[in-house]
């Protein structure tokens, strides 16, 4: 049974930086990502990365974290991280790691198997 457990949350000022993991059991997909979701809106790809687990084919960023977020995977492909830098207050959200075996798509309705979820809170 694959589970998703995301870690790495919590608060900090504007300008600062959190790093988030997403530790992945029963799971070896090509594609993991992370989306974002705040109060009153929907959730949304913040970025994306797809590897056959040597290479990397690809990465997504959303626009608005393009230069200020970094995803990874580490080469066993049990865990996905983003290094979340320079943050912002509209940063704040919940955000959640999400994976599917074939290749990543933006839309959250694409994506198979979900975590529970680590609440970001950036102050300014």
Request: hydrophobic share 30%.
């Amino acid at each position: 049974q694959v589970q998703l457990v995301e870690s790495g949350g919590g608060s900090v000022q504007a300008g600062g930086s959190l790093r988030l993991s997403c530790a992945a059991s029963e799971y070896s997909g090509s594609c993991m990502a992370w989306f974002r979701q705040a109060p009153g809106k929907e959730r949304a790809a913040v970025a994306s990365h797809y590897t056959n687990g040597i290479i990397t084919y690809a990465t997504y960023y959303d626009d608005s974290v393009k230069g200020r977020f970094t995803i990874s995977r580490d080469n066993a492909k049990t865990t996905l991280y983003l290094q979340m830098n320079n943050l912002k207050p509209e940063d704040t959200a919940m955000y959640y790691c999400a994976a599917v075996s074939t290749t990543c798509k933006s839309s959250y309705s694409h994506y198979t198997y979900w975590g529970q979820g680590t609440q970001v809170t950036v102050s300014s």
